[in-house]
């Protein structure tokens, strides 16, 4: 039972996070780099680097996701244990997720307003 649990957490959580990322991934950051190109502005190099962040990140919560996975097909007790420092590693860096993201969209935002 509690590599089930421990598998449906990995997979929420990582599917959560993942799909937020491809959200930027495919909506956010091409808009931002249209309209940066549109005012001829330069770019901040921390927005320049977001969308290697997020594919980064992609790729750490894709492998989360197959863990989880596997922990309900075949569990093993090393599987459990990857999947519970997964799960804590996804809860205590969720809010540092989160900022990265949130920074790459909101400061090219705000240098983009200060420059008009």
Do not use: C, H, R, W
């Not at 770019?43 to 309900?72: E, M, R």
């Amino acid at each position: 039972m509690k590599y089930k649990v421990v598998g449906i957490l990995d997979i929420f959580f990582a599917s959560l996070y993942a799909l937020t990322q491809i959200a930027l991934l495919l909506t956010v950051y091409p808009k931002m780099l249209s309209l940066y190109q549109e005012m001829d502005a330069e770019l901040p190099i921390y927005t320049q680097y977001s969308s290697v962040f997020s594919v980064i990140f992609l790729l750490i919560f894709l492998v989360v996701i197959i863990v989880g996975v596997k922990l309900l097909m075949k569990p093993t007790n090393t599987l459990f244990n990857l999947g519970v420092i997964a799960l804590v590693l996804l809860l205590t860096l969720s809010g540092y997720f989160v900022a990265v993201s949130v920074l790459g969209v909101i400061v090219p935002i705000y240098n983009v307003t200060n420059s008009i």
